[in-house]
């Protein structure tokens, strides 16, 4: 540090008029309070495929800038970004599901490969779907014996008459489920979790019947009346266990979680190399209303993911402004 510092001085004595140039450089760089000399280096944040992610990604991206940090955004899949924050390629997730993550994020903690940096107070649920007006065609709804009788009227033209689930690009063992539960269905995964979305307003212009993956906080509450199918009370053994449950002989023969948790994880390298922002994303918690208003500015309003963090954080000051830890304010 000594040896730099002369360095710096004596260039300063030879060249004066570097020295006007470095001020400027200095000024185009924000402060940092964080010394560590990997402040300097962005802290890449994961972006996945569903809005709310985004979003809060977005806002812990502005939090951690306030900071001094600079932020890139990694768009990847939930399935890769358990590699990306082993290996330091990305450093923060703040949104891990437990409807359709725990198994990977549990392994993964266990193994040391990512870190866990705590829970978000909003409690959440992963879950078939379907809009309200469906209970009229199948009665005996949300209970799920109902999709046994009724598994028809879901069927599409290419699925004969097995009834057709549509599901997002997320891992859950629906195929497994339906089989435990002997349900007359076929599951149609799509591409991208936006089409859940226009498949639902097809059908609901229409008043057909539709099933769908959707969770809670979402901005499709705010939208659209519906309910989530009541399967069997999910347990863990539910998954270890083929003699849990309805089926004797099949695992997943349960629902998935309610009252969820939702987490955020760490590559294990951030809190040595950056420790303010580690520190705020520990502190960062959000509940279920400023999630599902984080996904309503930009499936409902219309607003692009950085203006919609932007009015977030305008929305939330005093709450984000506590995140950031003392002394980290440079
Ligand atoms: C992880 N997700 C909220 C899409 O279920």
Redesign the pocket.
């Known amino acids: 540090m000594l040896l730099k510092r002369n360095i710096h001085v004596n260039i300063m004595n030879v060249y004066p008029r570097l020295l006007v140039v470095l001020t400027m450089i200095s000024l185009t760089f924000p402060a940092l309070a964080d010394e560590s000399p990997n402040a300097k280096k962005p802290v890449r944040i994961i972006t996945?495929?569903?809005t709310?992610?985004v979003v809060l990604s977005h806002v812990t991206g502005e939090v951690f800038r306030t900071m001094g940090y600079p932020i890139e955004y990694l768009s990847v899949s939930?399935a890769e970004q358990w590699g990306a924050l082993a290996h330091g390629v990305a450093h923060v997730q703040v949104?891990v599901?437990e409807?359709?993550?725990s198994d990977m994020f549990g392994r993964m903690v266990q193994e040391g490969g990512i870190v866990d940096v705590g829970t978000h107070s909003a409690a959440?649920r992963?879950e078939w779907w379907y809009p309200q007006y469906v209970e009229e065609l199948c009665p005996g709804l949300p209970d799920w014996h109902a999709l046994k009788s009724c598994a028809k009227i879901f069927s599409t033209q290419g699925s004969a008459d097995k009834g057709v689930y549509y599901a997002?690009p997320?891992e859950k063992p629906d195929e497994a489920r339906i089989r435990a539960l002997g349900l007359n269905f076929e599951v149609n995964v799509l591409q991208k979790?936006d089409d859940l979305w226009i498949q639902l307003e097809q059908a609901y212009k229409q008043k057909k019947p539709i099933v769908l993956?959707n969770?809670t906080p979402?901005w499709v509450e705010s939208r659209y009346k519906g309910h989530f199918v009541e399967f069997p009370t999910y347990s863990p053994e539910c998954e270890t266990n083929p003699s849990w449950g309805v089926s004797k002989s099949y695992l997943h023969d349960c629902g998935n979680p309610k009252g969820g948790w939702l987490k955020k994880a760490a590559w294990t390298g951030l809190e040595k190399t950056r420790g303010c922002a580690f520190q705020a994303l520990q502190n960062i918690n959000f509940d279920n209303k400023q999630i599902a208003t984080a996904a309503a500015l930009v499936d409902v309003d219309k607003l692009s993911y950085k203006a919609a963090a932007q009015q977030w954080l305008n929305q939330n000051e005093a709450l984000w402004k506590g995140w950031v830890p003392m002394g980290c304010i440079p």
Do not use: I, Y
Request: aromatic share 26%; proline share 0%; hydrophobic share 30%.
């Open positions: 996945n495929n569903w709310s992610q939930t949104e599901w409807g359709t993550m959440t992963e997002g997320w979790g993956f969770w979402n």
